[in-house]
């Protein structure tokens, strides 16, 4: 037992960091009590579970204790990454990429990598609060560019605050934004490599949920149209495959790569072999392409769900994106509804969602909120979103 508390001083470093609301809401996303509306989390149906036990047992069996040693990089998981990188029009080698635990950790490393104490970098106004955490935990100054709630990233913005500030890094979300749920068109895609060119400013672009895609044709990513060297493409298999795996990848230049690897090795020496050999055997087998075909199904029935309950309980009220892909709709009530207010009513009501001020770098956006379709079973959310419409309308 301590006799006195001790009084910490923690570092700079440590200040600039705040707890993401979305992990303080986690243990309501997923209590299966409540209607939640809250969640960036595949339905628990919706993991291949079946499969990856298959492949974690092939791998225990064929590799052994080379599969629970620490490891040089596993080839076959790079061969792969690779090759659908070219599928999506990255050109690139297996060499250029780099193994992580997901993106949150590859936008700790390039932040790392290319911002300063006082630095500045673009983020968006509204945004992931992983983005906010990566570009302010190393202190630095973040300038923000609004989103367009139809075509994404507001480029002509972007454009404007590039030519002002010394920039020295922007980070996107192209595909099916955290929280607003849209895209941005592939021109903007082009424009935006285009200005990382010319200002030589680095690009994170960070995609977990280009694959989600129910409606539509899939993007090409910005770094399909970079010819500078200046676009990072960072991917996942959180969204596509399962979250708890931990693992990612990031596409870098040859020439960066000694610097990206002592970052990282700086914060964790390197990602589960066992999870890497897991997965690749998963990608090797043939499995996630038929995977991800029943996911965007279940996402598609499960948003449009979400949709025509909107429509019924909340249509004279609300306005909210109709997403094409991804996991989220992002819904902007009147003025004078605040939507932190009414999170314990809701909660009481047994319905939850995430306040859009949750998102916001800048504060603002009280009256919106971001809501998750790929969690609730289809028939639940006319009930969710019912309860959700009469503790609102108390508010007006
Ligand atoms: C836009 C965005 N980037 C990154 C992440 C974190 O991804 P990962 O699990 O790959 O670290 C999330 C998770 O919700 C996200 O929405």
Known sequence: MLTNRPTYQVSRRASYLERSVLRGLLKHAVDPSLISLAGGLPADEDLPTEQLNQCMNIVLKRDGAAALQYSPAYAALHEWIADYMLRRNIACSPENIFITNGNQQGLSILSRLFLDEGKTAVIEEAVFTGTQQG?????????????????GADVHHLETVLEQHDVKLMALIPDFHNPLGVSMTENNRRRVAELAARYHVPVLEDDAYSQLRFTGRILPPIRAFDTSGYVFYLGSFSKMLAPGLRLGFMVIPESLQPKITVIRESIDLETSTLMQRTVAEFLHRGYLEPHIEKLRQSLKIRAEALMTALDKHLSDIATWTVP??????????????????????????????????????NGGHKNTMRLNFSRVAPETFDEGIKRLSAVIRKAL
Request: hydrophobic share 45%; with cysteine; net charge negative.
């Open 324 to 361: 094409e892909g991804g996991l989220f709709t992002w819904c902007v009530l009147p003025e004078n509804v605040d939507t932190w207010q009414l999170f314990d009513e809701a909660l009481d009501a047994g319905v939850v969602y995430i306040p859009g001020g949750a998102f916001s770098v």
């Open 135 to 151: 570009t302010k935990g190393v202190g630095a100054n973040v300038v923000t560019i609004p989103t367009d709630l139809a075509h």
